[in-house]
């Protein structure tokens, strides 16, 4: 990494050993199954909210890593909007984790939040060892996701309690393949101790505003 670029002009501020993924929780849920999912993603949601205020009180980076819906813009804050105000099934899910201003988002075309995204070089910047995957689903977009992190050769951290499939037979399964062939940890994140991942040298202190148009890495 370039000596004179440390936080890639400025759109990854933050330092820390850590980073909290957002996995496909801005999500109308206008699909089949859509109703199956949102009865197990909105009690996981409180769960993941907390989670996410935990992160940010600790330094932690947290990055929204969202499909993109219909015709490619690149527009993250269109889909917030949209899935917030237009009545559509996911807008509980979606006012319940609904970004801050310092938090990162990431768009993705396919499955993984890697695929042909700026992921790698935003985690790259901000320095982290580890990832902590959460979201929807478990069994497809998390699992994929999860996967590439492995591969990169981050420690990998999956709460339990704070992914969600269609079926609780899919997320369990798909934790228990996580934990097996990835190497995850996937105690549920009451037990979780965010202070060891303290923010380094140089990270820019995190506040707590409103929802707000989260930054998008150059």
């Not at 982290?128 to 591969?151: E, K, P, Q, R």
Request: proline letters at 6%.
């Amino acid at each position: 990494m370039a000596s004179d670029n440390h936080d890639l002009h400025g759109n990854a501020p933050d330092k820390a050993e850590a980073a909290l993924l957002l996995i496909d929780v801005i999500n109308d849920l206008e699909f089949p199954e859509g109703d199956q999912l949102l009865r197990h993603a909105l009690p996981m949601a409180e769960r993941l909210l907390a989670l996410k205020r935990r992160a940010s009180g600790a330094g932690i980076p947290v990055i929204y890593v969202n499909d993109n819906f219909g015709r490619w813009r690149s527009d993250f804050n269109t889909q917030v909007e949209h899935c917030m105000n237009d009545g559509v099934r996911g807008r509980d899910l979606v006012r319940l984790l609904a970004p801050d201003q310092d938090d990162y988002f990431v768009l993705k075309p396919k499955h993984s939040g890697f695929f042909s995204t700026t992921l790698d070089t935003l985690l790259e910047y901000l320095g982290v060892s580890t990832v902590i995957v959460t979201g929807i689903a478990g069994n497809i977009c998390v699992l994929f996701t999860a996967n590439d992190v492995y591969m990169r050769d981050y420690a990998l951290i999956v709460p339990s309690d704070c992914v969600a499939s269609n079926t609780e037979d899919e997320n369990r399964n798909a934790l228990e393949q996580m934990k097996k062939v990835l190497k995850a940890d996937i105690r549920p994140s009451t037990e979780l101790d965010l202070r060891a991942f303290r923010k380094l040298e140089g990270s820019q202190t995190r506040s707590h505003p409103q929802p707000t148009t989260p930054r998008r890495p150059a």
